[in-house]
Protein backbone atom coordinates (compact mmCIF):
# COMPACT_ATOMS: atom_id res chain seq x y z
CA UNK A 1 0.00 0.00 0.00
CA UNK A 2 2.59 2.35 1.16
CA UNK A 3 4.92 1.30 -1.84
CA UNK A 4 5.59 4.69 -3.52
CA UNK A 5 6.59 6.23 0.51
CA UNK A 6 9.80 4.02 0.88
CA UNK A 7 10.78 6.79 3.98
CA UNK A 8 7.10 6.20 5.31
CA UNK A 9 8.34 1.95 5.14
CA UNK A 10 10.74 2.79 7.19
CA UNK A 11 9.47 4.76 9.70
CA UNK A 12 7.00 2.32 10.55
CA UNK A 13 10.07 -0.50 10.43
CA UNK A 14 11.62 2.02 13.39
CA UNK A 15 8.38 2.02 15.58
CA UNK A 16 8.07 -1.68 15.48
CA UNK A 17 11.55 -2.12 16.24
CA UNK A 18 11.29 0.21 18.89
CA UNK A 19 8.30 -1.71 19.83
CA UNK A 20 10.19 -4.86 20.10
CA UNK A 21 12.71 -3.33 22.02
CA UNK A 22 10.47 -2.00 24.82
CA UNK A 23 8.50 -5.21 24.82
CA UNK A 24 11.88 -7.14 25.92
CA UNK A 25 12.30 -4.30 28.64
CA UNK A 26 8.65 -4.07 29.82
CA UNK A 27 5.58 -6.70 30.56
CA UNK A 28 4.01 -5.55 27.86
CA UNK A 29 1.94 -7.78 24.85
CA UNK A 30 4.32 -7.67 22.26
CA UNK A 31 1.49 -7.89 19.29
CA UNK A 32 -0.54 -5.30 20.77
CA UNK A 33 1.99 -3.02 21.52
CA UNK A 34 3.51 -3.39 18.02
CA UNK A 35 -0.08 -2.58 16.71
CA UNK A 36 -0.55 0.70 18.91
CA UNK A 37 3.04 1.87 17.55
CA UNK A 38 1.64 1.19 13.95
CA UNK A 39 -1.31 3.06 14.33
CA UNK A 40 0.25 5.66 16.31
CA UNK A 41 2.58 6.33 13.12
CA UNK A 42 -0.07 5.97 10.73
CA UNK A 43 -2.11 8.72 12.45
CA UNK A 44 0.92 10.97 12.12
CA UNK A 45 1.32 10.53 8.38
CA UNK A 46 -2.58 11.49 8.77
CA UNK A 47 -1.77 14.71 9.97
CA UNK A 48 1.12 15.04 7.76
CA UNK A 49 -0.70 14.26 4.40
CA UNK A 50 -3.67 16.87 5.99
CA UNK A 51 -1.34 19.71 6.62
CA UNK A 52 0.39 19.13 2.79
CA UNK A 53 -2.81 18.92 1.84
CA UNK A 54 -3.81 22.22 3.87
CA UNK A 55 -0.49 23.77 1.74
CA UNK A 56 -1.72 22.73 -1.36
CA UNK A 57 -4.85 24.24 -1.18
CA UNK A 58 -3.66 27.30 0.09
CA UNK A 59 -1.37 27.51 -2.60
CA UNK A 60 -4.41 26.98 -5.31
CA UNK A 61 -1.77 24.55 -7.30
CA UNK A 62 -4.83 21.95 -8.48
CA UNK A 63 -2.07 19.26 -9.38
CA UNK A 64 -0.19 19.74 -5.59
CA UNK A 65 -3.79 19.51 -4.20
CA UNK A 66 -5.27 16.56 -6.34
CA UNK A 67 -1.68 14.93 -5.37
CA UNK A 68 -1.86 15.86 -1.82
CA UNK A 69 -5.87 14.71 -1.77
CA UNK A 70 -4.47 10.96 -3.11
CA UNK A 71 -1.56 11.01 -0.26
CA UNK A 72 -3.63 11.60 2.61
CA UNK A 73 -6.78 9.50 1.43
CA UNK A 74 -4.23 6.75 1.02
CA UNK A 75 -2.63 7.62 4.60
CA UNK A 76 -5.80 7.68 5.77
CA UNK A 77 -7.32 3.96 4.37
CA UNK A 78 -3.65 2.88 5.64
CA UNK A 79 -4.77 3.46 9.13
CA UNK A 80 -7.93 2.07 8.68
CA UNK A 81 -9.40 -0.95 10.30
CA UNK A 82 -10.56 -1.77 6.70
CA UNK A 83 -7.78 -1.05 4.74
CA UNK A 84 -4.32 -1.57 5.50
CA UNK A 85 -4.67 -2.29 9.29
CA UNK A 86 -6.66 -5.09 8.23
CA UNK A 87 -4.80 -7.93 7.00
CA UNK A 88 -2.33 -8.17 9.99
CA UNK A 89 -2.48 -11.74 10.25
CA UNK A 90 1.38 -11.82 9.11
CA UNK A 91 2.40 -10.13 11.78
CA UNK A 92 0.33 -11.98 14.49
CA UNK A 93 1.89 -15.11 12.92
CA UNK A 94 5.68 -13.38 12.93
CA UNK A 95 4.62 -13.03 16.86
CA UNK A 96 3.61 -16.07 17.52
CA UNK A 97 6.46 -18.17 15.64
CA UNK A 98 9.03 -15.83 17.41
CA UNK A 99 7.12 -15.39 21.01
CA UNK A 100 10.67 -16.92 22.83
CA UNK A 101 12.30 -13.43 21.39
CA UNK A 102 9.96 -11.55 23.19
Request: hydrophobic share 40%.
Amino acid sequence: MLKDYPGHIERLQEVLIRSVERSKRLPLMPFDDAISALEGRLGTFISEAREELNVAKMDGDSEMISRADDKFRLMFRARSGNGGMKGLHDLWEYFEKNKEAF
